[in-house]
């Protein structure tokens, strides 16, 4: 009997389900960008409900060019991994909070509610026909999968668009940043702001990284890894960066990271938290102004592609703060990282079994 992947399967070809790791890729070379994969997993709204969905094993789409996604940007995506764990599961990382997240996003562009059921049948359709990119346990690798979700077909009124698809797209990636724990040199970019107040700052909408794109340029041309952005409002309270969450040690040893309702939530940055507290660490969210960032004692980028990847300095104008070691990063990273391969207890039920 074929597979339900043979029988859905639309576009070039026709496969039976392959073994994890099959594609045999150099795992540990893989860095972070699009490779290649077996499908893509899409399904269409119209007329107010969604469709049973399809595999593709072509990765494109075709577009009226009057899309809302085209014109006016109505688009949202999520990031988050799957990994094969030390114990031979296929398991996806804290999917939930990423269920949630999308669906606030949706709410704010008005785009149609994507149920969890829905969801979580995506995203493990999604491993299953592309297992062979899923990068076998040991390697340092994961599977990371992008739902996007956005609006299209022809239409010019500031409305909701006619139709929308919801597509996983899939990629074997290492890590974000070359792979090491190793400090990185953050810019404090006082000359663009990231988000508005009251804006879709806290909301994954594609529009938030266009403009990032001059803003990192010219940070990688002044010789530094990473932007930070501070308050468009009044220019004196950490946001986050370009990328990533701010994660910090604060001088009483307290975990803390910005709260703010331009801060995009993290579902990375969540789990830090709380394995923190785990670990015997206080941690909350808080204000951080721009003047405690000197008393700091180690500052970290924090995002579901970095991971926690530390920052050696941060400078703004003249000023630089330098951040020597990184013990508690280092330690939080190791929680998470063990969370996600299996090395250690899932006490915080972040890991979802799929089966192949």
């Not at 562009?109 to 040991?138: I, K």
Request: proline share 6%; with cysteine; charged share 20%.
């Amino acid at each position: 009997m074929p597979s339900v992947l043979s029988r859905r399967l639309t576009g070039a070809r026709a496969f039976s389900r392959p073994a994890i790791g099959s594609a045999n890729l150099d795992w540990r070379t893989l860095g972070f960008g699009p490779r290649p994969t077996a499908a893509v997993v899409k399904y269409e709204y119209e007329r107010g409900a969604w469709d049973a969905g399809t595999e593709s094993a072509q990765p494109t789409v075709e577009l009226h060019l009057f899309s809302h996604v085209l014109n006016f940007g109505q688009s949202i995506f999520e990031g988050l991994k799957a990994f094969h764990t030390a114990d031979g599961r296929v398991c996806l990382f804290n999917p939930a909070c990423n269920a949630a997240r999308l669906r606030s996003g949706a709410a704010r562009l008005m785009l149609p509610s994507v149920p969890d059921a829905l969801f979580f049948e995506g995203l493990e359709r999604t491993v299953r026909a592309n297992a062979a990119y899923l990068p076998p346990y040991g390697s340092g690798g994961a599977l990371y999968i992008r739902p996007v979700l956005f609006g299209h077909g022809p239409l010019m009124a500031i409305a909701p668009a006619p139709r929308f698809t919801l597509a996983f797209i899939s990629t074997p990636v290492g890590a974000f940043f070359d792979g090491a724990l190793r400090g990185k040199r953050a810019l404090v970019r006082d000359d663009f702001d990231r988000a508005a107040p009251r804006g879709t700052g806290g909301f994954k909408v594609a529009g938030n990284y266009a403009p990032d794109m001059l803003v990192s340029q010219g940070t990688h041309e002044r010789g530094f890894d990473v932007s930070l952005f501070l308050d468009a409002k009044t220019q004196t309270m950490i946001e986050e960066f370009s990328v990533a969450n701010f994660v910090a040690v604060a001088a009483d040893g307290s975990i803390v990271s910005p709260s703010s309702p331009s801060v995009l939530p993290s579902c990375t940055r969540s789990v830090v938290l709380r394995l923190a507290r785990e670990l015997g660490l206080r941690a909350h969210e808080r204000e951080i102004a721009w003047a405690e960032v000197s008393s700091l004692k180690e500052v970290a980028a924090c995002g579901t592609a970095v991971v926690l990847t530390p920052m050696s300095s941060i400078t703004r104008g003249e000023q630089v703060v330098e951040f020597a070691s990184h013990p508690t990063v280092q330690r939080l990273y190791d929680a998470v990282v063990q969370t996600q391969t299996g090395e250690r207890p899932d006490s915080l039920g972040l890991l979802h079994e799929v089966t192949l």
